[in-house]
């Protein structure tokens, strides 16, 4: 069992999930950078900007309770490589000169409902890959690749934007999609899927009840989405906030990032992981409280970096979420994570660019920032202590249902 990097990398599949993960957060980095400078040159909207990089979240609440039942029911590799070449090509229409504004949302939007299935296929097979302790270690590394494939991401997409022009840029993250897709069919094995049954959207209600049942999951699921999306809210206003510098804060932050995913998934030992959460939570948020008084840019850089520390929360989440699931459903239950954390992030997208349109974007930082610990605060007692697996009789779907045979 792998317990450091190289073991993980000497584990077979990980290799290329960990390269098609960062390509893809490559991708979509470029693109939405792109997207959203494209969309703020055209309307000079703080809230048009910020859905147009965050808004597809928002179709993750349709995806996750229509689709995510596919997470579990689909072949992981085929499923990743199909949704790798639905984004390429939903990229390349975007980049389509004269494109309307009504139809760059509408493409983005449908683009967030294919991707609502996307986190439950990967981080469930990264659970097949790595089992029991080793996942905490293995997700850990794909974030620290989401952290580095953003870095270099908004570095090289400012400079793309600049010397290619947004549509430009957009073709070449629409590239990268493409290549994602091409080390997903070649590199990943051809496992078969975890449940048996086709995707229906019975199968995803029914399980998503099932998860949403016990209390200790619903605590930990309101804490992966509800703060993690008011300070993604602050990061929708960058390009507002500072047109200009909008690329340097975005690296700074999946700077941060990087190094909370780095010392949390490596360093921290298992003993202090349950007693750090709570904390972490609120070092994402305390940082942007410093916008209300309208910092200059080093500032604001410093802010950024240490508040996108405390991201890493989201790892011990996880791993204590993957203590209370039982197994056979692990691909809809983070895919559930994943898709509730995404629509979280387009409603405070969407709540930022609202607030920015009456105040300045930093005052709206501060006030998404306020929010997030508040939050935080509410939920701490429903996350003391430490989660026990919830025992849960084993319920069979009726053949019917579970063929798909019903809507």
């Known amino acids: 069992m792998p ?9 077979p599949e990980f290799t290329p999930l960990f390269a098609t993960a960062s390509t893809q957060v490559a991708a979509s980095t ?44 689909l072949p992981p590799r085929a499923a990743t490589t199909g949704l790798a070449l639905a984004f390429g090509l939903g990229t390349a229409v975007l980049a389509v000169p004269g494109l309307p504004l009504w139809a760059v949302f509408v493409v983005i939007m449908l683009l967030g409902l294919v991707g609502s299935v996307a986190g439950g296929v990967r981080y469930g097979l990264l659970s097949e890959i790595l089992p029991g302790k080793d996942y905490l270690l293995g997700r850990s590394v794909l974030n620290m690749s989401v952290g580095a494939m953003q870095i270099c991401g908004f570095a090289v997409g400012g400079g793309l934007v600049t010397l290619l022009s947004p549509r430009g840029t957009l073709l070449t993250g629409a590239a990268l999609y493409l290549a994602t897709a091409a080390v997903a069919r070649f ?23 099932r998860l949403w049942s016990s209390p200790p999951r619903r605590y930990v699921y309101l804490a992966l ?21 909008a690329g340097l804060l975005f690296a700074f932050a ?15 030992p298992a003993g202090w992981r349950r007693r750090l959460d709570a904390p972490l939570r609120l070092l994402l948020a305390a940082p942007y409280l410093v916008f209300a008084a309208h910092p200059g840019l080093g500032l604001a850089v410093a802010a950024i970096a240490l508040a996108s520390i405390g991201y890493s929360a989201t790892l011990l989440l996880q791993d204590r979420l993957m203590t209370l699931t039982p197994k056979d459903v692990h691909g809809q239950a983070l895919g559930l994570h994943s898709a509730g954390m995404l629509t979280m992030q387009g409603v405070g997208a969407a709540l930022a660019g609202a607030v920015a349109q009456h105040v300045s974007p930093a005052t709206a930082m501060a006030v998404m920032a306020a929010g997030s610990v508040a939050v935080t605060a509410l939920l701490a007692p429903g996350l003391r202590g430490e989660p026990e697996p919830v025992p849960e009789p084993s319920s069979p779907e009726p053949a019917a249902m579970a063929s798909g045979d019903r809507p």
């Open 187 to 209: 590199g990943l094995g051809d496992r078969p899927p975890r449940a048996a049954g086709r995707p229906s959207i019975a199968a995803t209600w029914r399980t998503n009840a």
């Open 30 to 73: 470029v693109s939405g950078l792109a997207l959203g400078t494209l969309v703020y040159a055209a309307t000079g909207s703080p809230l048009l900007s910020a859905l147009s990089m965050f808004g597809p979240s928002l179709a993750q609440v349709i995806g996750a309770t229509a689709l995510l039942s596919a997470a579990d029911r």
């Open 254 to 268: 999946a700077g941060g990032m990087l190094l909370g995913d780095t010392l949390t998934g490596r360093f921290v």
């Open 3 to 11: 317990t450091t990097y190289r073991g993980l990398f000497r584990t």
């Open 225 to 245: 989405w509800v703060p993690n999306g008011l300070i993604v809210g602050c990061e929708s206003l960058f390009v507002p906030y500072a047109p200009r510098h």
